[in-house]
């Protein structure tokens, strides 16, 4: 197995992405999986992240004040 | 359910031409980045607009940018022109631009494209180089964000074996 020299304008941009926050491990995961793999995990992940959305909405609407009568 | 990718078989159903774009296409490319919506390039012509009411008829599409979410079956009336549609419908929300800011228009877009397979089918999808200059141009700092993550990458696609 062969590598390309690592570019010091690559090492720059995979290096300013971490320094900006990206856990590019999950870059480098996304790589290995195919196309649609990739469309079908995005597509979990969404289902799962607009239903603990829901779930935190419901929770905020049940604990909410109510507001006292005006007198 | 929001398969996104479910309302692009339905656009390519009814005969639309279109590139994916947006965060979605920065999925395709392989971010971790998730993203609500998906964003397509379009001529946004009479006959296309006719052909994507068609393909979202079913699924309740509405302008979700306006104050009473008017339906996109509805509106805007035949013949009215279009620059850019934001649709929610039952199945996501889905952006339909007939430009790309940094690129141009959907036929140089198109011409800068690459054919992926997808779901037993080809979908036009922006070239990671084009999302990173369309993300920049863009500007907002969660763009700006995005073309960070996709320099890594097209960076890293760079590192992996050589055949």
Known sequence: MILRRME?????AV????????????V????ALS????????????????????????????????????? | MHNLHQLLNRLADAGVDFVVVGGFAGVIHGSALVT?????????SAENVEKIRGALADINPVHRQTHRLLSFLEHPAPGQALVNLYLKTDRGVIDILSSILGIGDYERLRQRAISLPLFGRTFAVISIEDLIVAKEAVGREKDLLAAKELRA?????NLRPAD
């Open chain 1, 8 to 12: 010091p304008q690559t090492e720059s």
């Open chain 1, 15 to 26: 290096e300013v992405a971490r320094q900006a926050g990206f856990d590019l491990s999950l």
């Open chain 1, 28 to 31: 480098d995961l996304n790589l």
């Open chain 1, 35 to 71: 196309y649609e793999e990739r469309v079908l995990q995005h597509a979990a992940v969404l289902e799962f992240a607009l239903e603990l959305a829901a779930a935190g909405a419901a929770f905020y609407a049940q604990s909410a004040p109510v507001a006292e009568p005006t007198r």
């Open chain 2, 36 to 44: 609500q919506d998906v964003d397509v390039c379009a001529v946004l």
């Open chain 2, 153 to 157: 990458i097209a960076a890293k696609r």
